[in-house]
């Protein structure tokens, strides 16, 4: 299968640090996707990209779709306690139903 | 949240048993996915839906087979359990015309021992 390389694996951070977090692969992909995973909980998907060099924010996040296809990042701005969770990132085809995953981006608040 | 159930929640079991993972949905969508993740791989199609009576295999589809009689459910079995099956298991449910905004269930995690 495709390779989807994500990191770092886990951050830990103070609260009110920005973060930032990537994906990589190895083939070119329409389709780019982050979710926030909460203890116990399924993923929740956070923001879809569709366009190479796109660059969309959901309140603190922001995620780009990278230029060349193959690699999209993830920033969170002035980190709080509910952002703790592990971070996927996702791609796929447009109107393709397989998702390949990333392995996820631990992040932890350090007090 | 997007209605979807999944039952049972946790379940332990022993190698060579059968074992049905249910996942219930009231959204009426169309498609509906079965996920592993597991420690180091993310989450893993195993097998996903596109009807009823329609399903296709995913990234790791062996020794699990799957059946949707209704829109709403969508059974995964696993004939004989294996420990390597140990895993957390999740339903996932979209709509046609973003079939990759996919929206999770809360998961079941099943013990093989």
């Known amino acids: 299968g495709q390779q989807l390389n994500q990191s770092p694996q886990s951050m830990f951070i103070q609260e009110g640090e920005d973060v930032s977090m990537n994906c990589t692969s190895s083939s070119i992909f329409n389709t780019w996707l982050w979710y926030k995973q909460d203890p116990g909980e399924g993923p929740v998907l956070l923001i879809a990209?569709?366009?190479?060099?796109e660059l969309t924010s959901n309140g603190r996040l922001t995620a780009q779709f990278g230029i060349t296809r193959k690699d999209s990042f993830l920033n969170i701005s002035a980190s709080i306690p509910s952002d703790v969770g592990i971070y996927f990132c996702a791609h796929s085809n447009f109107g393709n139903e397989k998702l390949t995953f990333g392995t996820g981006t631990r992040l932890t608040i350090i007090p | 949240d997007a209605g979807i159930t999944q039952s049972p929640r946790h379940k332990v079991t022993e190698t060579g048993t059968p074992v049905t993972l249910r996942c219930h949905q009231t959204e009426n969508h169309r498609y509906m996915y079965w996920y592993r993740q597991d420690p180091g791989h993310g989450l893993r199609l195993i097998h996903y839906?596109?009807?009823?009576?329609?399903?296709d295999k995913g990234e790791v589809s062996d020794g699990y087979s799957v059946s949707r009689s209704k829109t709403e459910d969508f059974l995964l079995t696993l004939e004989s359990a294996t420990s390597s099956q140990t895993s957390v298991y999740f339903c996932?449910?979209?709509?046609?015309?973003?079939?990759?905004?996919?929206?999770f269930g809360p998961g079941t995690r099943l013990t093989v021992l």
């Open positions: 996932a449910i979209s709509d046609p015309a973003r079939r990759e905004n996919q929206f």
């Open positions: 990209l569709y366009k190479a060099g």
């Open positions: 839906s596109y009807g009823v009576k329609d399903t």
